[in-house]
C-alpha cells in the first residue's frame, strides 16, 4: 500500500479494556477465536491476550499492576469494560511522525514499548515503536500510530486460523454527538477522498479497515436488539466489525457455543454482554 495518509496504512488493532484477563480470555475463545498467548507490557502496569486476524487485530487488555503506567485504562474501568481506543498502522514510526508533524499536527514519539510474550517453547520480546497524537486529532477516540518491528513474533498462522473464520477488522464504530464534524476532523491525515456520509452513518476509510460515526439516535437501527446498560455517555466506542469467510459456519459455531446472538442480513450481531462490552458484528463479504 503507498504510504499516504500521513505514512498511516490502515487499523493496526482496537483495544478492549477488561477487568479479568483470564476470564475475557475464555469469551473471547467461546465466541470461536483463537487466543494468543499471554503478554506482559515491559514497564508497564497493563497484560493482553489477542485475536490475531489476517488483517488487523483485537488486543485484550487488562491490568495486571495498578501502581505502574495504564494508558488511561484504569479510568475507563472504573465505570465499564469495553472499546478504549485503536492504533493505526504505519511501517515507519518515524517517517510518519515527521508527516503528521508537516501536517500541521503535532505528534509525540516514537517511544519505544516491548512485551513479553508467554509461549511454550519460551518467552519471547515483541518491539514497537509508537507515536502518540494530542486528543485535537483523533476527534472522538483514543488513538496512536504502532509501527511493528517483530511482526513474525505476533502474526503466526496457526494464530490467524479461527474456528468462526473471522478473517479481517474491517471498521471500529463511535457514538458521538455530531458524526460528520467528527469525520472531518481527520482531514489533515486522511484528506477528504476518504470521507462518506450516509443516512445514519459517517465513515473514514483509513486504508485497510475504517472509522464509523453515529448519533446515539441512530443506534438502534444500524444496530437492533443490542442493548448497552447503561448506555455509556457519548462519545464512546461501540462496536467492532470483521469479515468472516462463512455466515453459516460462524452462525453454527455460536449456536453450538451457546452464545446468544441477533442475525442479520450479511452475518450476525454479537451482544456486548457476551464480548466484554463489545458489540461484534460478523459479516460475510
Known amino acids: 500500500m503507498a504510504l499516504d495518509s500521513c505514512g498511516i496504512t490502515g487499523i493496526d488493532h482496537t483495544l ?17 477465536f483463537t487466543i494468543t498467548p499471554r503478554g506482559r507490557h515491559i514497564g508497564w502496569g497493563t497484560g493482553n491476550y489477542c485475536v490475531m486476524l489476517e488483517e488487523g487485530y483485537v488486543e485484550l487488555l487488562g491490568i495486571v499492576d495498578p501502581g505502574q503506567f495504564s494508558n488511561n485504562l484504569d479510568k475507563l474501568l472504573e465505570k465499564r469494560e469495553g472499546l478504549l481506543g485503536l492504533a493505526f498502522a504505519t511501517p515507519d514510526a518515524n517517517a510518519c511522525r515527521d508527516a503528521l508533524a508537516a501536517a500541521g499536527l503535532k505528534p509525540d514519539g516514537p517511544q519505544q514499548l516491548k512485551r513479553n510474550l508467554e509461549l511454550p517453547t519460551g518467552t519471547v520480546t515483541p518491539d514497537f515503536r509508537l507515536v502518540f497524537l494530542p486528543p485535537e486529532s483523533t476527534p472522538e477516540i ?33 457514538v458521538c454527538a455530531d458524526p460528520v464534524s467528527a469525520a472531518l476532523g481527520y482531514l489533515p491525515i486522511f484528506g477528504p477522498d476518504r470521507i462518506k456520509v450516509t443516512d445514519h452513518m459517517t465513515s473514514v476509510s ?67 454482554g457476551e464480548a466484554n462490552g463489545v458489540i461484534l458484528e460478523l459479516v460475510e463479504g
Not at 478492549?16 to 470461536?32: N, P, Q, S, Y
Not at 441512530?218 to 470483521?242: C, H, L, N, T, W
Open 142 to 174: 483514543s488513538a496512536f500510530v504502532t509501527h511493528h518491528l517483530t511482526p513474525e513474533l505476533i502474526r503466526r498462522p496457526d494464530w490467524l486460523a479461527h474456528v468462526n473464520g473471522a478473517q479481517r477488522l474491517l471498521s471500529a464504530t463511535v
Open 206 to 272: 483509513c486504508g485497510t479497515g475504517a472509522l464509523r460515526f453515529m448519533k446515539a439516535d441512530d443506534f438502534p437501527r444500524v444496530y437492533p436488539g443490542m442493548v448497552m446498560q447503561p448506555m455509556p455517555e457519548v462519545p464512546f466506542m461501540a462496536s467492532i466489525k470483521m469479515l468472516v469467510a462463512d455466515k453459516a459456519r460462524c452462525v453454527t459455531h455460536l449456536k453450538n457455543a451457546g452464545v446468544s446472538f441477533h442475525a442479520s442480513a450479511r452475518g450476525c450481531l454479537v451482544p456486548p
Open 16 to 32: 478492549v479494556g477488561v477487568r479479568d484477563l483470564e476470564a475475557a480470555r475464555a469469551a473471547w475463545a467461546r465466541l470461536g
